[in-house]
């Protein structure tokens, strides 16, 4: 079937860096899109990115420009975060989706994997 | 990126219907029929209701519909049931393109 599975997560130190993992199965990954998107404890959803089907257009929220890099291995059907200068304002579940540019939106989602930045 | 304006809250009665609001701009909502809604059941992950202002995925109960008109966009559900409550969430497509997603509305069936 169809999904997604994020690893990756953890506890890191403010001003560290991680790399977060999403596996895709069941679909045609390197002809779709794919997102992330965070979830601090107890607040809404956050779109942080974007990487279409080429691997070459990529989208970010300010909040993450600069510092997380997404991309993709189509050859592998995973999707990566790389997540560098952490703060703990970082702190939140991540989860990846599948979607473009809106137009179909985020129609399958992972189970999310949980990053903690703490000291 | 401003986030998108929803109500933290709403509430009805099963049988009943409610709508929840999603306010953008001109440079989200009001640019582009690429609003979608997702719903949030406690501790998992969200999951598609609404895409493209006013469709809905396969498998998706037809008491949930969307609309928009200028900035705002709606999603309405007819016929509550306590199944229904959670968190839901509208998202546009930007002129940055970028995607936004809003803050949030907690449903409650009374």
């Known amino acids: 079937q169809v999904q997604l599975v994020e690893s990756g997560g953890g506890v890191v130190q403010p001003g560290g860096s991680l790399r977060l993992s999403c596996a895709a199965s069941?679909?045609?990954?390197?002809?779709?899109?794919m997102h992330w998107v965070r979830q601090a404890p107890g607040k809404g959803l956050e779109w942080l990115t974007l990487?279409?089907?080429?691997?070459?257009?990529?989208y970010y929220a300010n909040s993450v420009k600069g510092r997380f890099t997404i991309s993709r291995d189509n050859s592998k059907n995973t999707l990566y975060l790389q997540m560098n200068s952490l703060r703990a304002a970082d702190t939140a579940v991540y989860y990846c989706?599948?979607?473009?540019?809106?137009?179909?939106?985020?129609?399958?989602w992972g189970q999310g994997t949980t990053v903690t930045v703490s000291s | 990126q401003s986030a998108l304006t929803q109500p933290p809250s709403v509430s009805g009665s099963p049988g009943h219907s409610v709508t929840i609001s999603c306010t953008g701009t001109?440079?989200?909502?009001?640019?582009?029929?690429?609003v979608s809604w997702y719903r949030q059941p406690p501790g998992t992950a969200p999951k598609l209701l609404i895409y493209?202002?006013?469709t809905r995925p396969s498998g998706v109960s037809d008491r949930f519909s969307g609309s928009k008109s200028g900035n705002t966009a709606s999603l309405t559900i007819s016929g509550l049931q306590a199944e229904d409550e959670g968190d839901y969430y509208c998202?546009?497509?930007?002129?940055?393109?970028?995607?936004?997603f809003g803050g949030g509305t907690k449903l409650t069936v009374l």
């Open positions: 493209a202002v006013t």
């Open positions: 998202s546009s497509y930007t002129s940055s393109s970028t995607v936004v």
């Open positions: 001109v440079s989200d909502v009001g640019s582009y029929n690429r």
């Open positions: 989706a599948r979607g473009g540019l809106g137009l179909s939106g985020l129609d399958v």
């Open positions: 990487i279409l089907s080429n691997g070459n257009d990529k």
């Open positions: 069941g679909f045609t990954f390197d002809i779709e899109g």
